[in-house]
């Protein structure tokens, strides 16, 4: 995944924005004020940070060398990923996904339905808890 590509992807949710408050290099995603990805997307090499569920951050780190706690983050709820081609970009989307929802599950059910979040994530998961499991 190249750097456009990884900033399309996050830019491409309801409600995504673009901010840099920490330096002009560091992108920071966010939704309703809350941060979802970290990135510097002119890295070399580019990684990118996430929030993940706990159990699923420690499989993640387990299975790829590329993955490890979140870089100057609670590691417990954030990895971060090296873009070096080992992780299948279709996993990473998936991991970008799931800390967006991650975040949003955790705002007031109106900043939710702002983001048109719950029927979003009952379209694309087709469970009818979301794609995060978080019950509606």
């Given at each position: 995944?190249?750097?456009?590509?990884?900033?399309?992807?996050?830019?491409s949710f309801p409600g995504a924005r673009e901010e840099f408050?920490?330096?002009?290099?560091?992108?920071?995603?966010?939704?309703?004020?809350?941060?979802?990805?970290?990135?510097?997307?002119?890295?070399?090499?580019?990684?990118?940070?996430?929030?993940?569920?706990?159990?699923?951050?420690?499989?993640?780190?387990?299975?790829?060398?590329?993955?490890?706690?979140?870089?100057?983050?609670?590691?417990?709820?954030?990895?971060?990923?090296?873009?070096?081609?080992?992780?299948?970009?279709?996993?990473?989307?998936?991991?970008?996904?799931?800390?967006?929802?991650?975040?949003?599950?955790?705002?007031?059910?109106?900043?939710?339905?702002?983001?048109?979040?719950?029927?979003?994530?009952?379209e694309e998961t087709g469970h009818p808890e979301g794609h995060?499991?978080?019950?509606?």
């Open positions: 995944m190249t750097p456009a590509a990884l900033k399309k992807l996050c830019l408050p920490f330096d002009e290099g560091t992108s920071v995603f966010k939704v309703a004020g809350k941060i979802f990805a970290l990135s510097r997307l002119t890295g070399k090499p580019l990684s990118v940070s996430l929030k993940c569920e706990p159990d699923l951050a420690v499989q993640l780190r387990t299975a790829y060398p590329a993955i490890t706690g979140g870089y100057h983050l609670n590691k417990r709820h954030w990895n971060t990923v090296v873009i070096d081609g080992s992780v299948p970009d279709r996993l990473l989307r998936e991991m970008v996904e799931d800390s967006y929802d991650l975040v949003v599950a955790g705002l007031p059910r109106r900043e939710q339905e702002k983001l048109h979040w719950v029927a979003l994530s009952r995060t499991g978080v019950p509606l």
